[in-house]
Every structure is written in C-alpha cells, then in structure tokens.
C-alpha cells in the first residue's frame, strides 16, 4: 500500500490558508500578540515553510534556514502553558475555518499539541512557588 504523505493530501493551498487564518487569529489573541512581531508575513512565510516539511513535504524550511531546533528558536519567547494553550485554541479555530476534518486533521493537530507543550519555556505566574 502507498504511505500517505499528509502534506500531498492536505496541499499547499489550504495550508496556506490555514497558516494565514491562523496567525489572524494569533495578531487579536490577548495572550499571544504581545510577544509577536506587529506584522506577521514573514512569520506567516517561515510557518508555511516548517510545516511544509513537518508534513512530509519538500524541506523548505532547513534549505533556507538550517535545522528548525524549534525549542531554541523559541528561548528568546516567554511561553507559558497557557501560551500554549493559546497557541493550540488558534490553531483548532483556523482548522475549523479552512474546512480540515477527518483523520488528516486529528493526526495533525495530535501532533501540534506536542509540539506545542515542548516549546513551553517559562512558568505560569501563578505556579510559581
Ligand atoms: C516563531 C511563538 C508554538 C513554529 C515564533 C515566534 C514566536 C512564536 C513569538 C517568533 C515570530 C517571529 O519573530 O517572526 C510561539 C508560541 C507557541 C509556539 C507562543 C506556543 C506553544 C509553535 C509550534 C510550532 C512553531 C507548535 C511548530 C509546529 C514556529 C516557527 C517559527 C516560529 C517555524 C519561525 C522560526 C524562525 O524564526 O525561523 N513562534 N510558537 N511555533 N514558530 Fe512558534
């Protein structure tokens, strides 16, 4: 049987649509557009890039930037689990919105959330003891 690459079966436009609505989301969310650059076309291009190659697709990301260390290229971030959390809300609204669903969708977003929770790098306020 042939291995189904999610990329080829979501395809660049509707990640592309997916990437922008969501990043509309994060430039009005409370919590997240504070720590975001005002303007989000070059986070938007660099996003698109990633999941690209998270998906299975070509490796747009590494050949322009290197290796993703996602972590690392978050330190600079506060991110909280809430911020996480936040991120992830973003993220299943604009999945709602694009019209994902189905399996390719749960994978997906299965996925996201751990990525998501290893990129928390700092305490929530009020866990702090
Ligand atoms: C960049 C926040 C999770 C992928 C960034 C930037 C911020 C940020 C503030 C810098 C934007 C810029 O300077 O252009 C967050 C927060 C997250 C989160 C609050 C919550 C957990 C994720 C996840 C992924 C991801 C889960 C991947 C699936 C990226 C990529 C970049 C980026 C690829 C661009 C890195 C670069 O400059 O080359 N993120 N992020 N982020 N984020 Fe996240």
């Known amino acids: 049987r042939k291995p189904i690459i999610p990329y080829e079966e979501i395809g660049p436009e509707l990640l592309s649509d997916l990437v922008d609505t969501f990043y509309g989301k994060v430039a009005?969310?409370?919590m997240l557009y504070?720590?975001?650059?005002?303007?989000l076309t070059e986070t938007a291009r660099k996003q698109k890039q990633?999941?690209?190659?998270?998906?299975?697709?070509?490796n747009l990301y590494s050949e322009e930037h290197g290796h993703p260390m996602?972590?690392?290229?978050?330190?600079?971030?506060?991110?909280?689990?809430d911020r996480?959390?936040?991120?992830l809300e973003c993220?299943?609204?604009a999945m709602d919105e694009v019209g994902m669903e189905g399996?390719?969708?749960d994978d997906f977003y299965n996925r996201l959330i751990l990525?998501?929770?290893?990129m928390v790098n700092r305490t929530t306020p009020d866990e702090e003891g």
Do not use: C, S, V
């Open 28 to 30: 009005r969310h409370p």
């Open 34 to 39: 504070p720590i975001f650059p005002d303007d």
């Open 50 to 58: 990633f999941l690209t190659q998270f998906l299975g697709g070509p």
């Open 70 to 81: 996602l972590r690392a290229r978050h330190m600079p971030f506060p991110i909280t689990y």
């Open 84 to 87: 996480a959390q936040a991120w």
């Open 91 to 93: 993220m299943a609204e």
């Open 103 to 105: 399996k390719i969708r």
């Open 115 to 118: 990525t998501a929770n290893h």
